[in-house]
């Protein structure tokens, strides 16, 4: 097992060798042997150990046991206690994903912090299975039975090919003492129950069962990336980048008698999870939205816009008194006075002073709302002015208002009101700019 392994690292992870590794160590018998192939293959190594003290002395024992070991072979040592149960209640998730959490963003600053370059964790191929398996009892797309990959950005999993049955062999084999976790005897889990009484009959079924699982695993990896590549193409022809949002097109994308799946494909990072709602969206009105924790996707004629949630504030209305000379929030606004008037652009006005009344507003739109556009003939009600100009509705929610009196003296970055604009005879020029 030992060359199986090194083959399979100098065949995949050629780029392992001279570099700084991090190795998740529960005291368990995976991570134990996977720190003896480690040690065997003379790369430089570092145990992390997370206790989160759901155990009792159990735990403690698994950090002492850690200790000891780390201290004969003389291997750097990190160790982190973690009230999970607090954690799990504070966050309301489940103590498995508790644990999961708190143990990989301690992993991610570690790796930061002590300069090392890949974490390297003890999953194996039944691993793989159960997992593949769990997906699949609870419902999954394609990627969900992918498995687990070999290697996620910095962490790698060197032990992906190698059986449960071989890891126990070795340890056999090499002495290698481990702690067994009294919590893998119990069925209280779902991978547990499936460990115990599902894989047990598959691999009776089929004495060559997780061969046959790692070749079935392969093919759909390339359905996956088959998948992908298709997303990509059919992406460049309906979906561009406009400012901070993304504009996928309907009209395109239903060419496509599978719309659904690439619309999947493409929003499934967003952390949308009302998939109905979306595939609806593209033959809904316009102002049809849905959310996401994150991120808003509308219908805007023949678009879905997606764009990111705005910072909500407790007040939609922002004053600048007489003696401000700059603003950082809502928009990065500077005023200074000068003596000659410049030439304006869509970001810069010149204004008569005298004509202001303080203080200022800065908000959005509201009902009822209108200027005299510079550059035109009289008034225009704001509703108009933007659908002249073609604004979605989400440009609508997103145009800030410079406002004096109830008045807009400019649509910021867009159109100024003549009403306000500085002339040869203004004394008081004041200058406006956004930055």
Not at 53 to 81: T, V
Not at 186 to 212: C, G, M, Q, W
Not at 319 to 336: G, Y
């Amino acid at each position: 097992m030992l060359k199986k392994v090194q083959h399979h690292l100098e065949k995949n992870f050629p780029y392992l060798q001279g570099k700084r590794l991090l190795l998740a160590v529960s005291g368990g018998i995976d991570s134990m042997v996977l720190l003896d192939i480690c040690k065997n293959l003379h790369l430089e190594i570092g145990i992390a150990h997370c206790n989160f003290q759901l155990r009792g002395n159990e735990s403690d024992g698994d950090e002492l046991f850690i200790k000891e070991k780390a201290n004969q072979l003389q291997i750097p040592l990190f160790i982190q206690k973690f009230d999970t149960k607090k954690f799990a209640n504070d966050t309301k998730l489940s103590i498995q994903l508790a644990a999961r959490k708190l143990r990989y963003d301690w992993f991610n600053k570690l790796l930061e912090i002590e300069n090392y370059d890949f974490l390297l964790t003890a999953h194996h191929l039944d691993d793989q299975v159960e997992t593949f398996l769990i997906n699949l009892t609870r419902g999954t797309g394609l990627e969900g039975l992918t498995g687990i990959p070999a290697q996620n950005e910095t962490i790698i999993r060197p032990l992906l090919e190698v059986s449960r049955a071989e890891i126990e062999n070795y340890a056999e084999l090499n002495q290698i003492k481990w702690r067994e976790d009294a919590s893998n005897a119990s069925d209280k889990y779902l991978r547990n129950k499936i460990r115990h009484h599902v894989v047990p009959v598959l691999k009776e079924l089929n004495a060559s069962f997780l061969t046959s699982f790692q070749d079935t695993l392969g093919y759909l990896n390339a359905a996956n990336a088959l998948v992908e590549d298709a997303s990509e193409l059919v992406y460049e022809k309906a979906v561009e980048i406009k400012d901070d949002t993304i504009q996928i097109n309907c009209n395109t994308l239903l060419a496509y008698k599978n719309y659904k799946s690439y619309l999947y494909q493409w929003l499934k990072q967003y952390e949308f999870t009302a998939w109905n709602d979306i595939y609806e969206l593209v033959h809904a009105q316009s102002g049809k939205q849905v959310f996401s924790s994150t991120h808003l996707l509308l219908k805007d004629r023949d678009y879905l816009i997606l764009s990111q949630k705005t910072i909500s504030v407790e007040e939609n209305t922002f004053f600048i008194d007489e003696n401000t000379k700059s603003l950082k929030f809502p928009l990065n606004i500077t005023l200074c006075q000068i003596d000659d008037i410049l030439e304006p652009t869509k970001n810069v006005i010149f204004v008569d002073q005298e004509k202001l009344v303080f203080p200022l507003q800065i908000r959005k739109k509201k009902e009822g709302d209108y200027f005299y556009p510079s550059g035109m003939e009289g008034k225009k009600k704001l509703s108009k002015y933007f659908k002249d100009e073609k604004y979605s509705l989400l440009d609508k929610e997103k145009q800030w208002l410079l406002i004096s009196n109830d008045d807009i003296i400019w649509v910021v970055g867009k159109r100024a009101d003549k009403r306000f604009l500085a002339n040869i005879k203004t004394k008081n020029i004041l200058k406006i700019e956004l930055k």
